[in-house]
């Protein structure tokens, strides 16, 4: 496998706090996305920690980084 750089936006469902968009160097995507939709919308995840999980573009990560 090849590491690639994938970009994640975590945004609140309840839409109280500004999506965050992050880039991540991963050796498995669908390893790692899954991983993340766990961590933040998994059955342990108290509800203040919730977060939609996305794969979003690099333009999308450049966008969120010049505001």
Not at 7 to 25: C, F, M, S, T, W
Not at 34 to 52: K, W
Not at 58 to 64: A, I, T
Request: glycine share 2%.
């Amino acid at each position: 496998m090849t590491p690639r750089d994938i970009y994640i936006e975590l945004a609140d469902p309840a839409g109280k706090k500004r999506p965050v968009i992050n880039q991540h160097r991963v050796w498995d995507a669908k390893r790692f996305i899954a991983a993340q939709r766990a961590q933040y919308d998994g059955p342990d995840t108290a509800d203040e920690d919730r977060r939609n999980v996305s794969v979003v573009s690099h333009e999308d990560y450049l966008k969120c980084r010049s505001h």
